[in-house]
């Protein structure tokens, strides 16, 4: 039987493979913990190191890729660059291995022609090829007992996010490389460990596929059916690790945790590290900020509400999808927010940025930086284009918004609440968020180019989205065209019709796959209905008028037809609908006959 890999321990892994030691130096022996009597004994020598493919009903199957970083090595000749970890929020930029003085291309080498074979899988459309997708298993390099090396501290169970060609330098020499963006998957399920019995069944030729994955974690199983739009949902949450030199590790989840993006770890003396020493910020949850957004205290004059403080915040929403850092200086904030008030303040309202970027610390989501406490109280564009100062989201809020269903929910609380009366779509587009008013996305636009002639005209060289035609006449076949809210089939000259909506658009920011458990079959009326977000699927499965939640009828089900309840819920984020503390659903309810 094999061990438990537990998160955040430190192991032994020294080049004696003794599987018969339990422990090492004062440390377990990662080769106890992953003894096998059909996988040979695991390497950390390198970087890389794969476990050997097995032939499984003729398709090839690997138990486990083991990933290891050496910080201690960075800089150096044989590891001219530096891998980073984020475990608070489960992410790891991990390099490949090709080096200055390698004469093969860069996907030849050993370990990258590993992992590029490996992200093909986990980038596969549809369930049944990410089944035989190969874990991750991330280690550092950690120092014990004086010593750089033999000892590894145990990171998680990880699946390629994304993969980039870079340009990396050695002494001024430039090579090529590749980046992994890593996702770590949440173990809580397990108690934050990882069962080496998964690897090991994994690696036997006799054990199914379908019988390995019953063993596997349950974050790995979600993935596998939900592939990268569950990310957000699986992803490791953070740890609270003490631990001293040359004693073992003691690790524990910090409780009240939120269920989308929990509080960040604290130090033994109690305080937050990297963030704000306030008790609010601390305690922020996705529920809390969205209350939050609902009632911020604006100005009114004649009845109605200033639109400075949701602009700014709308706006800060867009640098945080955007990736950008949470804290922007000033002169930024001036142009830009400026211009917006200019555009969709009220028309009885100065444009004054100023306002916002000070006042907006009273909603306990926000913060200024570098403004001496002298100017304070005297706020005014000249005081800030002197003392340049920074503001944004709190850690804590740009945290809980990097999370797409929380910041879908938010997008959709603001624009609810104060700017119903707009056209949704200039707004958004000119806030930097287009698309999320409904759906389906938009398509991407790669490059414009002017042309002259009789009447102005630009020529666009536009990315299209390539569905999957096949796909929708399937899951329309399989309902025999019957509208699945209102169970119409509608008649045409020869035939029946009716129309496959995705839930998940394809379209950016959404990014949904196009794969049978992200597809509806709908009448035109109720696709056009749930396209534009007038209606959802609430959590039982109910479908529900947005404006009222007022029940419009059931979700007819079929067995046949397995629909993600992941994508049901991140389209119920997008009409403001979703429960954001609310655990999301591990299995799809039982599908009902027609």
């Known amino acids: 039987m094999g061990g438990q890999l537990r998160v955040g321990e430190v192991l032994r892994s020294s080049q004696n493979r003794d599987s018969s030691i339990e422990v090492m130096g004062g440390y377990p022996n990662i080769h106890y913990l992953t003894a096998s009597q059909i996988l040979a004994p695991v390497q950390l020598s390198k970087g890389i190191n794969p476990i050997a493919e097995v032939k499984v009903a003729r398709v090839a199957r690997r138990p486990a890729v083991l990933i290891r970083s050496s910080p201690w090595k960075a800089g150096s000749a044989e590891t001219p660059w530096h891998d980073e970890f984020d475990l608070e929020n489960g992410r790891v930029a991990y390099f490949g291995d090709h080096r200055v003085d390698h004469t093969v291309p860069v996907g030849e080498t050993q370990g990258n022609k590993v992992l590029r074979r490996t992200w093909w899988i986990h980038r596969a459309a549809t369930a049944e090829e990410r089944t035989l997708a190969a874990p991750l298993l991330v280690f550092a390099s950690v120092t014990r007992n004086k010593s750089p090396k033999g000892y590894v501290k145990f990171c998680g169970m990880a699946v390629i996010e994304n993969v980039e060609e870079i340009e ?40 199914s596929t379908a019988e390995s994955l019953e063993r596997a974690p349950r974050s790995w199983r979600r993935w596998v059916e939900g592939g990268h739009a569950v990310l957000p949902d699986v992803r490791q949450r953070p740890l609270r690790i003490n631990e001293a030199e040359g004693s073992p590790r003691f690790v524990s989840r910090p409780t009240n945790e939120d269920a989308l993006f929990p509080a960040p770890p604290q130090s033994q003396s109690g305080r937050v590290v990297g963030v704000e020493q306030d008790d609010r910020q601390s305690k922020l949850t996705a529920a809390l900020l969205m209350e939050r957004l609902k009632r911020l ?11 400075h403080k949701p602009l700014t915040l709308m706006w800060a929403i ?74 944004g989201f709190t850690h804590q809020a740009d945290r809980l918004l990097s999370d797409p269903f929380v910041r879908s929910q938010a997008i959709a609380v603001l624009r609810e609440t104060y700017f119903a009366e707009f056209d949704q779509h200039d707004l958004m587009e000119q806030l930097g968020l287009a698309g999320y008013e409904n759906a389906s996305g938009t398509e991407a636009l790669a490059e414009e180019q002017e042309q002259n002639g009789p009447a102005a005209r630009r020529a666009t060289n536009t990315s299209r989205i390539v569905r999957d ?34 839930i998940r658009g394809l379209g950016q920011p959404h990014n949904g796959p196009d ?32 404006t009222d939640g007022r029940r419009q009828g059931m979700l007819r089900r079929l067995p046949k037809h397995d629909i993600s309840e992941v994508h049901l819920r991140y389209h119920r984020a997008l009409c403001g609908r979703d429960v954001p503390d609310q655990e999301p659903p591990v299995q799809n309810p039982r599908p009902v006959q027609p």
């Open 168 to 207: 990396q330098s050695d002494k001024g020499r430039p090579f090529p490389n590749f980046r992994y963006e890593l996702a770590l998957l949440d173990l809580s399920a397990e108690g934050d460990q990882l069962s080496w019995d998964w690897i090991e069944a994994r690696g036997d030729q006799k054990v």
């Open 297 to 307: 205290k604006v100005h009114l004059r004649d009845g109605h509400q200033s639109r």
């Open 318 to 391: 867009a640098r945080n999808a955007r990736g950008e850092s949470r804290l922007a200086p000033w002169p930024e904030f001036r142009d830009e927010v400026g211009r917006l008030l200019i555009e969709f303040g009220r028309p009885q309202s100065s444009p004054t940025p100023e306002y916002p970027f000070w006042h907006l610390r009273t909603s306990g989501l926000w913060d200024v930086n570098g403004l001496p406490a002298e100017q304070a109280g005297k706020i005014s564009v000249s005081a800030l284009d002197k003392a340049r100062p920074q503001a």
């Open 469 to 502: 035609v096949g796909l929708a006449k399937q899951v329309k076949d399989m309902h025999s065209d019957h509208c699945q809210v209102c169970g119409m089939q509608l008649a045409k000259r020869f035939g029946t019709y009716s129309e496959a909506a995705h």
């Open 515 to 546: 794969e049978l458990s992200n597809l509806l079959v709908l009448c035109p009326n109720h696709h056009v209905q749930f396209d534009t977000l007038a209606i959802y699927v609430d959590s039982e499965g109910v479908v529900r008028s947005t």
